[in-house]
């Protein structure tokens, strides 16, 4: 099993940058392909990014394209999301995904505020 942490989220101005965090536990973590998704009010939840976990292959949605990156760092057993260049429409609680065949866990979310 692994559990999920998220941290890092906030209020800032439209075009500032953000760094979100996500440590997780358990020994398997390096096997899990680690994701981002949000969820604005009234939305549903939606695919932000993805890296899998043995190419490193990066996945992202459109509307975030060359203003976040996901990396992750095996040894800490932590992802990260680093938003630039943000916007009012990225305001949103922001949850870590692990995703291993059928089983899927999510952190608890955290709370990204874009102000314009």
């Known amino acids: 099993q692994v559990q999920l942490v998220e941290s890092g989220g906030g209020l800032v101005q439209a075009g500032g940058s953000l760094r979100l965090s996500c440590a997780a536990s358990?020994?398997?973590?390096?096997?899990?392909?680690m994701g981002w998704f949000r969820q604005a009010p009234g939305k549903e939840r939606e695919f932000v990014a993805r890296?899998?976990?043995?190419?490193?292959?990066?996945d992202y949605a459109e509307s975030v394209k060359g203003r976040f990156t996901i990396s992750r760092d095996n040894a800490k057993n932590t992802v990260y999301l680093q938003m630039n260049s943000l916007k009012s429409e990225d305001t949103a609680v922001y949850y870590c995904?692990?995703?291993?065949?059928?089983?899927?866990?999510w952190g608890q979310g955290t709370q990204v505020t874009v102000s314009s």
């Open positions: 890296i899998r976990r043995i190419s490193g292959n990066t």
């Open positions: 995904s692990a995703t291993a065949g059928t089983q899927n866990y």
């Open positions: 358990g020994r398997t973590y390096s096997s899990y392909t």
